[in-house]
């Protein structure tokens, strides 16, 4: 396994709710090694949010964050059925909303019900489903950075609960 450690840690604008965490990856194991230690800080309730373009490595991430939840087996795109659904100690949705065009189809997808629900759900391109969103979640923003293989991720904490996340994620 390569360090889970995430490099060069650096906060900006630590105050309070308007915190933002930004980590950078080296490689793909990286980013999900971040992941899992994130999904390890879950419960069930939490609500994870990713954006970034494609390719940028949000199904990396939310495979991390669904194992270190106690996902049992292999975490897939959901890209082509929308919704995978993984049992552990607690259910983990993870939602895919790229081929989503037209509104109606969060309801036919019930996405509702699940943020509703008692599961973790980590919904990638989340910026479709931002009218459904609880008003605390966590945003995680991932950003292409120079040099190929280098990811920025922006930790946007809403919410008291996800602060707590950050900064235990912020400690070994
Ligand atoms: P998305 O779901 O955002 O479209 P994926 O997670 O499916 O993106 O793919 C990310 C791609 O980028 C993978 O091919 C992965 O190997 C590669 N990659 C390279 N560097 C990184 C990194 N630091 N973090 C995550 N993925 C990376
Ligand atoms: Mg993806």
Do not use: C
């Amino acid at each position: 396994m390569p360090n889970p450690e995430p490099r060069t840690p650096d906060r900006e604008s630590v105050s309070g709710r308007a915190l933002e965490l930004r980590l950078h990856t080296a490689t793909p194991e990286e980013t999900e090694a971040l992941g899992r230690r994130l999904g390890g800080l879950l419960r069930a309730g939490d609500v994870i949010a990713l954006s970034g373009d494609l390719g940028a490595g949000k199904t990396v991430l939310a495979r991390g964050i669904a194992a270190g939840a106690g996902a049992a087996g292999h975490v897939a795109s959901p890209t082509f059925t929308f919704l995978r659904e993984y049992h552990g100690p607690v259910t983990i949705y993870h939602a895919d909303l790229y081929r989503l065009d037209r509104p109606q189809q969060l309801e036919d997808l019930g996405l509702d019900e699940i943020l509703d629900g008692n599961g973790i759900v980590v919904l990638e391109w989340a910026e479709k489903a931002r009218p459904l969103l609880p008003p605390e979640h966590l945003w995680i923003t991932i950003r292409f950075m120079n040099g190929e293989d280098t990811r920025q991720l922006a930790f946007s904490p809403k919410g008291a609960r996800y602060v707590e996340i950050i900064e235990k994620l912020t400690k070994a």
